[in-house]
């Protein structure tokens, strides 16, 4: 199972930007889609952005579209979220997964191993 570390979490002003790390460790010959998703304090975890392995395909929740982007390189096995544009309700501890098997990479129960969350604050 691939371990995963998150970071470059921190508190930012609105129309602000921070860009997540994801760095992966262990089996990196499977073929895995990545994913990020974020859980606001009191609230249900959900579904930020997302990348297939095969063809690089993205996918991104409709209130971060145009705003976030998600990114990998290999050859520092890391998985990037670049935030721009923050605004107050981006406001959540964001957690990056992989996920080994075909399955739907914006459902959270599809995923195999987590990161322990980096705590995003956006300031107004």
């Known amino acids: 199972q691939v371990q995963l570390v998150e970071s470059g979490g921190g508190l930012v002003q609105v129309g602000g930007s921070l860009r997540l790390s994801c760095a992966y460790s262990?089996?990196?010959?499977?073929?895995?889609?990545w994913g990020w998703f974020r859980q606001a304090q009191g609230k249900d975890r959900e579904f930020v952005a997302a990348?297939?392995?095969?063809?690089?395909?993205?996918y991104y929740a409709d209130v971060v579209k145009g705003r976030f982007t998600i990114s990998r390189d290999s050859a520092k096995n890391t998985v990037y979220l670049q935030m721009n544009s923050l605004k107050p309700e981006d406001t959540a501890v964001y957690y990056c997964?992989?996920?080994?098997?075909?399955?739907?990479?914006?459902?959270?129960?599809?995923?195999?191993?987590w990161g322990q969350g980096t705590q995003v604050t956006v300031s107004s």
């Open positions: 997964g992989a996920l080994s098997a075909d399955g739907d990479p914006k459902r959270e129960y599809e995923y195999d191993s």
């Open positions: 990348m297939r392995w095969v063809g690089g395909f993205t």
């Open positions: 262990g089996p990196t010959s499977s073929t895995y889609d």
